[in-house]
């Protein structure tokens, strides 16, 4: 069969399409689920977010893979493509969780990891058979997983790459170590879809993925780990071993790496030099009312002054409007974020996912705002809060993003930089002057600044 995978983008507040020319990383889901197409299909694959979508593309079968925003042009995209006599599959965490409805908009679901129950769909669909939702009974072990190839990244501009230093510099080359979260965050979709199971890969396996991005001239990593430090003693053989490639790399991670000395230690000498951490809340109630109470608010200064010493960069992933939140809140919070010196800020307002414990909660109370699915972008009052109203969230909401990225908190922030890491602290200087610059043009600015 001709099979055609596409990730679609999102839309903008005004009907329009989310798209860019130039993007700092790029996602494997693609070429990884070429990877481990059979052999005897032919497969192309699209990334909306650079590049337009052909929908008479000659094929027999779509793949639709999205998430959060994305799921509403998702489902536009499925329309059109079996409206054109199409057959549509889809795919990932978002239709996981809400398999049934999703299966109203295409032709198939493969709910769970693909690796095990893709095949059994493409060899149900070339005999005419059909079983609307493939679900995975079982977790990979993760074990020699299929290779892709690095230099189909959707996302990778191949020749800007072979020709500039700065974008070298700027592009990240994804690579996975591990998959999901064992920490019970009740918002989070994530730990939803794994069921709070965590696994690794050999790290031999991992090793090999550098070693061929450093083939191809990258020296700048984004693990794309939800939770890499999960299990300490497996992350500290991989920072071992990645110590004398000599590469930079980044990734998301919980506050607990602040909290384990040779982790951390260990962390710096492999590379790490930026890492988006859940912070959530400074208001210990705040925390508990979504299960992450092992956060510990109190200790968030003492934590980050240990990253702030190892020169790592940090990325303060903020909800806003959670139960125990006042407008006295916002105020506060943006004070801690500038006395603390925190490098850039990503904002959420809480956002219900379908199947996770937090929608259920908020469907139960009656408290969701906004069943448009194409609405959760994390910057739109999706629920009511307790403790103020959803106009002083949006409000507060915009108060932290304008004070943070002003250019005064800018200075503050940056004055001195962190430890030897002179370079990163001006590419991150340099990006919160772009914030700075995006919101005073976009009153509707959102969450996912990057």
């Known amino acids: 069969m001709r099979i055609h995978f596409v990730s679609p983008t999102h839309y903008e507040r005004g009907g329009g399409l989310h798209k860019t020319t130039r993007y700092w990383t790029s996602a494997l889901t693609l070429p990884y689920l070429k990877a481990i197409t059979p052999p005897g299909h032919e ?21 639709i893979t999205a998430m959060g925003p994305q799921i509403a042009r998702a489902y536009d995209l499925a329309a059109e493509f079996k409206a054109r006599g199409r057959r549509v599959v889809m795919g990932g965490t978002w239709v996981t969780l809400t ?11 493969v709910a769970g990891e693909a690796e095990t129950i893709w095949p059994e769909l493409l060899a149900d669909f070339a005999e005419g058979r059909n079983r609307g939702i493939y679900r995975a009974e079982k977790w990979h072990s993760l074990e020699r997983l299929p290779k892709i190839d690095y230099e189909s990244l959707p996302l990778l501009k191949r020749e800007a790459f072979r020709s500039s230093a700065l974008y070298r510099m700027y592009f990240h080359w994804p690579v996975v170590f591990s998959r999901g979260c064992p920490h019970p965050c009740e918002y989070c979709a994530v730990q939803t879809y794994y069921q709070r199971s965590f696994r690794t890969r050999p790290v031999e396996d991992v090793l090999e993925d550098l070693h061929t991005i450093k083939s191809l001239g990258g020296n700048r990593i984004l693990f794309l780990d939800d939770n890499p430090i999960a299990h300490p003693e497996k992350a500290k053989e991989l920072f071992r071993a990645m110590i004398p490639l000599g590469l930079k790399w980044a990734s998301q991670s919980t506050i607990n790496i602040a909290r384990d000395p040779e982790l951390l230690d260990l962390a710096a000498r492999s590379g790490c030099v930026s890492l988006s951490i859940g912070l959530e809340s400074i208001n210990a109630p705040s925390l508990r009312s979504v299960r992450k109470e092992f956060n510990q608010a109190p200790r968030f200064s003492e934590d980050l002054r240990a990253l702030r010493r190892y020169g790592i960069q940090v990325i303060a992933l903020i909800m806003v409007g959670l139960d125990g939140d006042t407008p006295e809140t916002f105020g506060r919070t943006l004070r801690f974020l500038v006395d603390n010196k925190v490098s850039f800020l990503k904002l959420f307002t809480p956002c219900p996912y379908p199947g996770t414990k937090f929608h259920e909660d908020m469907t139960r109370e009656g408290r969701i705002l906004d069943g448009d699915w194409g609405r959760y972008d994390y910057g739109t009052p999706l629920i009511q809060p307790t403790g103020m109203t959803p106009e002083q969230m949006i409000d507060g909401f915009r108060q932290v993003y304008e004070g943070f990225y002003s250019v005064g908190s800018i200075l503050r922030r940056f004055s001195p930089p962190p430890r030897g890491q002179l370079l990163e602290s001006l590419a991150y200087v340099v990006a919160n002057l772009k914030v700075h610059r995006y919101l005073g043009s976009n009153d509707d600015a959102w969450a996912t600044i990057s």
């Open 99 to 109: 398999a049934e409805e999703s299966l109203r908009h295409c032709d198939a679901v």
């Open 43 to 63: 497969v192309t694959f699209v990334d909306e977010l650079m590049h337009d979508i052909d929908l008479d593309h000659e094929c027999d079968l779509v793949g």
